[in-house]
T-cell receptor, first 112, second 115 residues
Framework: DAGVIQSPRHEVTEMGQEVTLRCKPISGHDYLFWYRQTMMRGLELLIYFNNNVPIDDSGMPEDRFSAKMPNASFSTLKIQPSEPRDSAVYFC??????????FGEGSRLTVL | AQKVTQAQTEISVVEKEDVTLDCVYETRDTTYYLFWYKQPPSGELVFLIRRNSFDEQNEISGRYSWNFQKSTSSFNFTITASQVVDSAVYFCALRLKTSYDKVIFGPGTSLSVIP
């Protein structure tokens, strides 16, 4: 079975532009997580879904960030407008019930 | 409050030495799950082990072993006879059943194994 698939792997954009990160979880997994990793803050939980429903978005930094999960096989994390401080690696992960999280390879975002 | 602490920010050892990475967690839940993940220099996050709060048996997998002690809220990870390939950042994580299954990661411990 394929693992968690994230796209794009790398994104370089200019401040003010909209950024959309995509994630395809492992088939059959009912939880999907979005994390952000930076040197300063480590791995931060941004938002997570259970059966496509957002459960906790308290980690979303501000209104510029939004996430959706329209179906069980797809999720997006959008930043609009982007700022240099949003530069980070964004990881998507999925799990079945309370099992371990399986992570994608991450999307490295650079905002100039 | 729920929290995971990894007090060791960076550790350096010489190859073949044993090394223990500490993890201390805080939760009032009685049902929870603990994990260790490895992040090598290539950046991916690799699952190592999962332990539930009702299973305090220690586990050994090759050169890796884990010591779970509820009395001290610790879930420590030991690498025996370390190798250069063990160089990575190691994360401990806590998953809470009663807090909508939230998963909280510790800050990580960067391990360098010197040849």
């Amino acid at each position: 079975d394929a693992g968690v698939i994230q796209s794009p792997r790398h994104e370089v954009t200019e401040m003010g532009q909209e950024v959309t990160l995509r994630c395809k979880p492992i088939s059959g997994h009912d939880y999907l997580f979005w994390y952000r990793q930076t040197m300063m803050r480590g791995l931060e939980l941004l938002i997570y879904f259970n059966n496509n429903v957002p459960i906790d978005d308290s980690g979303m930094p501000e209104d510029r960030f939004s996430a959706k999960m329209p179906n069980a096989s797809f999720s997006t994390l959008k930043i609009q407008p982007s700022e240099p401080r949003d530069s980070a690696v964004y990881f998507c992960a999925s799990s079945r019930n309370l099992g371990e999280l399986f992570f994608g390879e991450g999307s490295r975002l650079t905002v100039l | 409050a729920q929290k995971v602490t990894q007090a060791q920010t960076e550790i350096s050892v010489v190859e073949k030495e044993d090394v223990t990475l500490d993890c201390v967690y805080e939760t009032r839940d009685t049902t929870y799950y603990l994990f260790w993940y490895k992040q090598p220099p290539s950046g991916e996050l690799v699952f190592l082990i999962r332990r539930n709060s009702f299973d305090e048996q220690n586990e050994i997998s090759g050169r890796y072993s884990w010591n779970f002690q509820k009395s001290t809220s610790s879930f420590n990870f030991t690498i025996t006879a370390s190798q250069v390939v063990d160089s990575a950042v190691y994360f401990c994580a806590l998953r809470l059943k009663t807090s909508y299954d939230k998963v909280i990661f510790g800050p990580g411990t960067s391990l360098s194994v010197i040849p």
